[in-house]
Nanobody, 132 residues
C-alpha cells in the first residue's frame, strides 16, 4: 500500500508563493525512478506541472516553466514544489505522483514527463491551493 501524502496547500494572495511537500515511505521513495506534480482545477482537465527523475533532473511543460520549481530531499524522502508569482489561474488541487506512464498520441510508456495524459502510477490524495 503506497502512500504519497501531500501538504502545504492553502490560500495565498496573487503574487505570493507556496511550497508543497510530498512525503513517501522510505522504501518506496528510493525505488521511484520518477516523481512529479500535477494539478486539476474544477471543470478543467488535469495538467502536468513538472517531474524529476531519480538523478535529480527536473523538467516542466512549457506552460509551467519559470514559476514552478521541483526538488527532492532524499534524506527526508520528500518531494517539493516551490510555486512563485502565483495567480488565480494557479488555483487547483495539486497532486503528487510517482512512476506514471506518459501518454502521447494514444501510446503510453514510462517517461519522466508530466503531461496531460497519464496512465497508472502512484498518486496522492491532493492538496488544495487557492489564489485570490
Amino acid at each position: 500500500h503506497v502512500q504519497l501524502v501531500e501538504s502545504g496547500g492553502g490560500s495565498v494572495q496573487s503574487g505570493g508563493s507556496l511550497r508543497l511537500s510530498c512525503a513517501a515511505p522510505a522504501h518506496n521513495y528510493s525505488s521511484y525512478y520518477c516523481m512529479g506534480w500535477f494539478r486539476q482545477a474544477p471543470g478543467k482537465e488535469r495538467e502536468g506541472v513538472g517531474a524529476i527523475d531519480n538523478n535529480g533532473r527536473a523538467n516542466y511543460p512549457d506552460s509551467m516553466k519559470g514559476r514552478f520549481t521541483i526538488s527532492k530531499d532524499s534524506a527526508k524522502n520528500t518531494l517539493y514544489l516551490q510555486m512563485d508569482s502565483l495567480t488565480p489561474e494557479d488555483s487547483a488541487t495539486y497532486y503528487c505522483a510517482a512512476d506514471w506512464e506518459y501518454c502521447s498520441r494514444g501510446f503510453c510508456y514510462p517517461s519522466c514527463r508530466a503531461g496531460r495524459e497519464t496512465r497508472s502510477g502512484y498518486w496522492g490524495q491532493g492538496t488544495q491551493v487557492t489564489v485570490s
